[in-house]
């Protein structure tokens, strides 16, 4: 039998490695972390969180980072962010009212807060122009109408970022430290203006306010003061009217309503604008009370500029029409005639749904350093 050399199984052992066929590198990316929000006592159990955009860390932590850049805008002359016009100090509005975009054109009503949203199952904006499932919201280019849509409105807007999402993605993609964040989130460097909105609206579903002296009250931690709660048996009485549209625990009904404040009806962006039906001429939504004290002026147009104000209009200042809302118990008397007393009560009462801890929370504030 002829013998083989120690050399020849050398040979034969190195043509099989050459032979092999290089492997692919593996990739190790791990599937984004589950976020469960942690719904407050008391509040609704009934979560606005879309299927296809579930919370997770990472994509709260890269929309609390783009919510904040100003490079978002895509623009080389102004840094213009979601941030700019929804500081956390004023509850996310932004302390004047009206936003002014990057081209100078104000916004055409006053910024709205963004907290407690997660909650809201009944549309966005004051006319509700951006709602799920809504018949009235066909939109090219729409996410379905939820939060997802304001962040694409926010950067197109005119009155706002006055930009284009081609131009935001891409000015996004082209900064080093982003793409791995979304791959994080998403599972792709790409970065899609799709998921942008995702995340960012995974971000300001978290922006929770639920720790006001008045909270503290209801889990029995402190007490109110006797014009607190004299205010608190107005607020949800006849009394002073005001539960029938903020009689809730979010402080709002998420509803839209005419609140006797005009007798003529102009705006192209009140609720009929929406839904084209008459009754709705002259309603807007019932925003939350909630930090109400940090988030003047009040009504959709500003016209109010104090707490003192607002109460003074519902108490004496109501105007007839056939629009006004059925809700509005004493139109025919101008108000609800609260006596000087009772309008100090009810304001001490209101002055009680303030949350500075929400609005000095680390994790809902500017990040130090930008990618």
Same mark, same amino acid.
């Given at each position: 039998m002829k013998k083989v050399g120690k050399y020849s199984y050398l040979y034969v052992f190195l043509i099989c490695l050459c032979s092999c066929k290089k492997e692919k590198t593996i990739d190790f990316h791990t599937d984004p972390t589950p976020y469960t929000i942690e719904i407050p006592k008391f509040f609704p159990t009934n979560l606005n969180i879309p299927s296809d955009n579930p919370m997770t860390v990472e994509g709260i932590e890269l929309g609390r980072y783009l919510f904040y850049d100003g490079r978002l805008c895509g623009k080389k002359d102004t840094l213009m962010s979601c941030g700019t016009c929804h500081n956390p100090f004023f509850s996310f509005e932004n302390g004047t009212g009206f936003g002014i975009g990057t081209t100078g054109i104000p916004s055409p009503h006053?910024?709205?807060?963004?907290?407690?949203?997660?909650?809201?199952?009944?549309?966005?904006?004051?006319?509700?122009?951006?709602?799920? +499932?809504? *018949?009235? $919201?066909?939109?090219?280019?729409?996410?379905?109408?939820?939060? !997802?849509?304001?962040?694409?409105?926010?950067?197109?807007?005119?009155?706002?970022?006055?930009?284009?999402?081609?131009?935001?993605?891409?000015?996004?993609? +082209?900064? *080093?430290? $982003?793409?791995?964040?979304?791959?994080?989130?998403?599972?792709? !460097?790409?970065?899609?203006?799709?998921?942008?909105?995702?995340?960012?609206?995974?971000?300001?579903?978290?922006?929770?306010?639920?720790?006001?002296?008045?909270?503290?009250?209801?889990?029995?931690e402190v007490n109110l003061t006797t014009d607190e709660m004299n205010g608190y048996a107005y607020f949800n009485t006849e009394e002073a009217d005001c539960f029938h549209c903020h009689g809730t625990i979010l402080f709002t009904t998420n509803g839209y309503y005419n609140n006797a404040k005009d007798t003529i009806f102009n705006d192209a962006r009140d609720r009929y604008a929406v839904t084209l039906n008459p009754m709705d001429k002259g309603a807007y939504k019932a925003t939350t009370l909630r930090n109400i004290a940090l988030t003047g002026p009040y009504m959709h147009d500003g016209r109010f500029k104090t707490i003192d104000e607002v109460i003074h209009f519902y108490s004496e200042g109501l105007m007839w029409s056939t629009y006004a809302d059925p809700f509005m118990t004493y139109l025919n008397d101008g108000g609800v005639q609260l006596n000087p007393k009772q309008k100090a009560d009810l304001k001490a009462f209101l002055l009680t749904l303030t949350d500075s801890s929400f609005i000095s929370n680390p994790a809902f504030s500017k990040p130090i350093t930008l990618p």
């Open positions: 006053v910024m709205l807060p963004l907290i407690n949203l997660v909650f809201n199952t009944q549309g966005y904006l004051w006319n509700g122009k951006v709602e799920r +499932n809504s *018949p009235f $919201y066909i939109i090219p280019g729409a996410y379905g109408g939820n939060l !997802e849509d304001l962040c694409w409105m926010g950067v197109y807007a005119p009155h706002e970022m006055n930009s284009d999402t081609n131009k935001a993605k891409a000015t996004i993609q +082209n900064i *080093p430290m $982003y793409p791995p964040m979304f791959k994080k989130a998403f599972g792709s !460097e790409e970065v899609t203006f799709k998921n942008i909105s995702k995340a960012i609206a995974q971000f300001i579903r978290t922006l929770i306010s639920s720790n006001s002296k008045f909270d503290k009250y209801l889990r029995g």
